[in-house]
């Protein structure tokens, strides 16, 4: 066991005004399983990119061990995967690598096929098997589940439990769950740390988040009403005091040292309610920081004439020769909310490609309403560029909506004035379901549309689909989002 210790970090890229990080110290175990949570965009890559030395920063890190990245580059995907490899760590031994393999059930003749002929699902576990080979390292693993099916993530969220000493990248919550004992989580305003998994360190979010709603309402009332007593007292006191220069209504002189002590008196008091106002509003000004909240939204989804849009009986999808996926029935009626699932390769993304009407082989029986509106959502965001408000005009969606949904969904103003080009990828994806929701269908399809998306906005994407009921078709991985979200199930 060794610790990392961060004390006074602060660092913003190159030619930006604004500090990802301000100041921030806390301190690590190198033992620890530590789950990293955070909205897209505040820090998460730009923090372990600081671990391994690749910016300058001021304040200090220091760690007695050496730091290794996932996913690794691969150089040569056409060599044979157990060159690949070798060139991350020329110094592995065959029977280790194959070890962890079998943890995570991958056969070893992977091995000897080209990298590049691997699935997605194949090249991670092989990428995670040789990063567990790298003893004495503290491990930086960024986002492995983005190209995992259901199965695959439960499986290597197994094998990541079994293992200690690393910080993991997830916005999948039912994947932290089973392989973290610690979150680091990157709030609005500061880091911290607490032991538990992602549940337990929400639920303490939350209880929080409620504790300071009813502590900042409870100021609010006591700002106000101190503030009008000290205003009433105030005026109270320059009322008595006036009353020195005159007499009282019998006719006999003031007692001007009565009236003077009485009016000093009532100030005394008008002050002390005064700095006790002011301690309510400084007291007040340190809550709600790190509530991620905002405003409800208006959505507007068409309803279509009859409760069926679209059945499939007995459909068989071909690319060319090849079949992609047999003999798939299911119907999508009017207010369902589908989640499709299947191991990757099981034609989830060909049947959602028919049903919008791309040109595909297929057999059996195929119907769709006439002038049914679709919004899709793919898993693409390469095409992605130009400022928001030409590409709200370019889509004839309301661009008040649109970016409505995208601040509900943590976008910055300054955000509004970049290239959609620049986003991150989580930030690309959301340009894609705020589109979706801003436009008027009858159906909506989205393909994993949760990709590189932070935990946080997949719960206020999940609220708003609930608050709104859209008809819509999905598939993604996230276990936690398709048990909140679904109507129906249709297993390939």
């Not at 030395?53 to 001021?58: A, F, T, V």
């Not at 709603?213 to 100021?219: P, V």
Request: charged letters at 25%; a negative charge.
């Amino acid at each position: 066991m060794s610790l990392i210790n961060v004390s006074n970090l602060t660092f913003a890229h190159e030619g930006s005004y604004d500090n990802i990080f301000e100041n921030v110290s806390f301190q690590l175990d190198t033992s620890w399983k530590l789950g990293f949570t955070g909205r897209n965009g505040r820090g998460k890559t730009t923090f372990m990119n600081l671990l391994l030395g690749k910016y300058e920063y001021s304040g200090h890190i220091s760690a007695n061990v050496t730091f290794e990245y996932f996913p690794f580059r691969v150089e040569h995907p056409e060599y044979l995967t157990t060159d690949v490899v070798e060139e991350i760590y020329p110094d592995y031994q065959q029977w280790e690598l194959v070890r962890e393999l079998t943890l995570l059930q991958v056969s070893d003749d992977v091995l000897y096929r080209p990298f590049n002929t691997l699935s997605n699902g194949e090249q991670t576990k092989v990428l995670l098997a040789a990063l567990f080979l790298k003893e004495d390292s503290f491990l930086l693993i960024d986002e492995p589940t983005n190209h995992l099916d259901m199965n695959a993530r439960k499986l290597v969220s197994q094998y990541l439990n079994s293992k200690s000493g690393f910080i993991l990248v997830s916005h999948d919550r039912t994947f932290l769950d089973h392989c973290v004992d610690h979150i680091l989580s990157i709030n609005r305003t500061n880091i911290e740390i607490q032991k538990g998994n992602f549940s337990d360190w929400w639920e303490n979010k939350e209880r929080q988040d409620q504790f300071e709603l009813a502590e900042n309402d409870k100021l609010k009332k006591d700002i106000k009403r101190l503030s009008e007593a000290a205003k009433r007292t105030n005026n109270w006191s320059h009322e008595v005091e006036k009353t020195k220069n005159g007499t009282r209504n019998s006719g006999s002189k003031v007692d001007k040292g009565y009236i003077g002590h009485k009016a000093a008196k009532m100030m005394k008091r008008s002050k002390s309610m005064e700095q006790r106002q002011q301690s309510a509003i400084e007291e007040k000004s340190t809550l709600l920081k790190n509530i991620e909240s905002s405003d409800s939204l208006k959505l507007e989804q068409l309803v279509y004439h009859k409760p069926q849009l679209v059945e499939l009986e007995r459909v068989s999808v071909y690319y060319g020769d090849k079949q992609v996926c047999t003999d798939v029935s299911f119907t999508i009626e009017q207010g369902e909310r589908i989640a499709l699932s299947g191991r990757n390769g099981s034609g989830k993304s060909s049947l959602l490609k028919l049903i919008i009407g791309e040109e595909l082989s297929y057999t059996g029986t195929f119907r769709k309403g006439s002038n049914l509106k679709i919004s899709y959502v793919s898993q693409d965001t390469s095409h992605l560029r130009g400022n928001l408000t030409d590409y709200a005009r370019e889509h004839g969606i309301d661009e008040s909506l649109f970016k409505a949904i995208l601040r509900k969904l943590d976008f910055s103003r300054i955000q509004f004035e970049k290239d959609i080009s620049s986003f991150s990828g989580g930030q690309k994806k959301k340009v894609l379901i705020a589109k979706s929701l801003s436009e008027k269908a009858h159906l909506h399809i989205w393909d994993e549309p949760l990709n590189f998306i932070d935990v946080i906005s997949r719960m206020q994407i999940e609220e708003l689909l609930l608050e709104h009921s859209p008809t819509i078709l999905f598939v993604e991985h996230d276990r936690a989002f398709c048990e909140n979200i679904a109507t129906k199930f249709v297993e390939l």
